[in-house]
């Protein structure tokens, strides 16, 4: 079971992103691997209407728990990096990290709560947001609301670090069409109800490709 995820969100230098690509897939994510409790590792590129802006990504790492990714934390793993991580790292820009703990995960296709091993899927949908204290009330919609529809498997994550409390991460089925928010999930006057206080500091929810592991 995945119960943690550590989450790293970011803008790539497209200049250097085939270098840094290949460290990163083939270098940094053994070398995290390597590491005790951390036991999964997926990476994302998200996918862009307008291809000037610079690439962004999604970098997945699971824990058995969350402690895994706070001893040591990555502020203390920072100023260890050696000279090739840091300056791969300064490819990067407009980082948005968060640690997260799974929740539940729900298979629409069966329609059961269960636990599966990781995030794998070709394609993902992500969603990061605050409820300005309405977490009562969007776990309900979530649960009674949001799933009735849903297909494949749907996790819900909470943030013990970062700048949005609650995460969602859908593993698409290839022919679907992602929704532009959260509460468009149905018509219904619940739905409605959740968009007036949903709120995105990292941006609305974005769709994105797996580029890591490669395919089957």
């Known amino acids: 079971m995945a119960a943690a995820i550590w989450m790293i969100i970011y803008d790539l230098d497209r200049a250097h992103s085939d270098q840094y690509l290949q460290w990163f897939n083939?270098?940094?994510?053994?070398?995290?691997?390597?590491?005790?409790?951390?036991?999964?590792?997926?990476?994302?590129?998200?996918?862009?209407?307008?291809?000037?802006?610079?690439?962004?990504?999604?970098?997945?790492?699971?824990?058995?728990d969350s402690s895994v990714f706070y001893n040591p934390s990555p502020a203390q793993i920072k100023p260890s990096q050696p000279p090739e991580t840091r300056q791969m790292?300064?490819?990067?820009?407009?980082?948005?990290?968060?640690?997260?703990?799974?929740e539940w995960v729900f298979d629409g296709?069966?329609?059961s709560l269960e636990s599966n091993p990781c995030?794998?899927?070709?394609?993902?949908?992500?969603?990061?947001?605050?409820?300005?204290?309405?977490?009562?009330?969007?776990?309900a919609w979530l649960v009674q609301d949001y799933l009735a529809d849903s297909t494949g498997v749907t996790r819900k994550l909470l943030a013990s670090t970062g700048s949005a409390r609650h995460a969602v991460v859908h593993e698409m089925k290839p022919a679907e069409i992602p929704l532009e928010t959260m509460a468009d999930a149905s018509s219904?006057?619940?739905?409605?109800?959740?968009?007036?206080?949903?709120?995105?500091?990292?941006?609305?929810?974005?769709?994105?490709?797996?580029?890591?592991?490669?395919?089957?």
Request: no cysteine; aromatic share 10%.
């Open 89 to 102: 790292m300064s490819y990067r820009s407009n980082s948005n990290m968060l640690i997260l703990s799974e």
């Open 26 to 64: 083939e270098v940094h994510i053994p070398e995290k691997l390597a590491r005790p409790g951390y036991t999964w590792a997926a990476h994302y590129q998200i996918i862009a209407d307008n291809d000037s802006v610079e690439p962004r990504y999604i970098a997945l790492f699971g824990g058995t």
């Open 188 to 216: 219904s006057d619940w739905s409605a109800q959740v968009s007036d206080y949903l709120d995105y500091p990292a941006g609305g929810p974005v769709v994105a490709r797996r580029v890591w592991p490669g395919a089957d």
């Open 109 to 111: 296709d069966s329609g």
């Open 119 to 139: 995030i794998n899927a070709e394609n993902i949908s992500l969603s990061l947001f605050n409820t300005n204290e309405n977490d009562e009330n969007l776990g």
